[in-house]
């Protein structure tokens, strides 16, 4: 595997294309914006510069990595040259489809296509392609440049060798790969935060503790860099809104809708620190008050 073709240059991909280019791959990312490509490049020299004034990485090894890494509107002519793509485009099942059919008709029969979406599984996307044994989610998580985890995830239809190639990949971008023996919503790690997220709302909605107390008790009694509530104020209300919506449109139980408190936050447009106002309230320099 020596080229890597990443679609979408938004807050995942463009990352993920980094992290592929740091550790020696050919990498190009597209996007169908120029301004999302430009954004994307100012956005990673900032933080790479970061991590070099910081003494993380080398002004040598940033240089290198960046000669690696194309950005391009060109999809077409990527796919042709790709060994491997990592799909992070909107999170629209129509979308992805499209991409994946598209990507099917242009890369090499050995390309492996894989989409780092972790609501929509490989089986909603293998059949638009002609290659389902090919096909698996390797599902990165934010920010891709830190985080250790990715998870690989594969359909009914992905070959074994598939699934290997994907994990060895991970391995090789210095990341730790868990590889899921069968498709689930959510994978493993949002499901096991989704649990614990809808276990804080039921003390709360409860009358059991306050918000500052439950994510008192699970920074200090459970060693948790931050409560769910400071978490979810964090990442933005309304993602979890969303993604509990499309977990129950796909098994229709009712205990995957989205709680009474976080409705009502959404609604109101409380979605946390971005808001100014979320299960906290923030000043102007982001401060909690
Ligand atoms: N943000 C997260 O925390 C996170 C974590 C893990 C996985 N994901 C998944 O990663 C994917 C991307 O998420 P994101 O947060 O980077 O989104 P984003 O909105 O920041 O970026 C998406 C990018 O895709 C581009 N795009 C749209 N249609 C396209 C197409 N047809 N071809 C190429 N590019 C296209 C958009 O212009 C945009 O730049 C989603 O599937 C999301 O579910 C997100």
Request: aromatic share 4%.
């Amino acid at each position: 595997m020596q080229r890597i073709l990443v679609v979408g240059a938004g807050a995942m991909g463009s990352q993920i294309a980094m992290v592929c280019a740091l550790a020696g791959y050919d990498t190009t990312v597209t996007d169908v914006a120029d301004e999302a490509l430009d954004r994307a490049t100012s956005q990673l020299h900032a933080r790479l510069d970061r991590d070099v004034a910081k003494g993380r990485r080398t002004r040598e090894d940033v240089d290198a990595a960046f000669a690696r890494l194309t950005f391009s509107t060109d999809v077409d002519a990527a796919a042709a040259a790709a060994d491997l793509v990592i799909e992070a485009a909107l999170e629209k099942l129509e979308v992805k489809r499209e991409v994946f059919a598209r990507l099917d008709k242009i890369s090499p029969a050995h390309t492996i296509l894989t989409t780092n979406s972790s609501a929509i599984m490989s089986s909603q996307l293998a059949d638009a392609t002609g290659r389902a044994d090919r096909v698996a989610n390797m599902h990165f998580f934010n920010p891709a440049l830190v985080m250790r985890c990715v998870e690989v995830v594969g359909s009914s239809a992905t070959s074994d060798a598939t699934m290997e190639a994907v994990t060895e990949l991970a391995r090789s971008l210095g990341k730790e790969p868990v590889v899921l023996h069968k498709e689930i919503p959510g994978f493993v790690a949002n499901r096991i935060l989704g649990a614990v997220r809808d276990e804080a709302i039921f003390l709360l909605e409860n009358g059991i503790a306050t918000v500052e107390d439950i994510d008192t008790a699970c920074r200090t009694a459970l060693g948790y860099p931050m409560g769910p509530f400071e978490l979810m104020d964090l990442t933005g209300i309304e993602i979890g809104y969303h993604a509990k919506l499309a977990r129950h449109a796909v098994s229709g139980d009712p205990r995957d809708l989205p709680s009474r408190t976080v409705t009502e936050l959404v609604e109101r447009g409380d979605l946390g620190r971005k808001t100014g106002k979320g299960f906290y309230t923030y000043d102007e320099s982001g401060d909690r008050t």
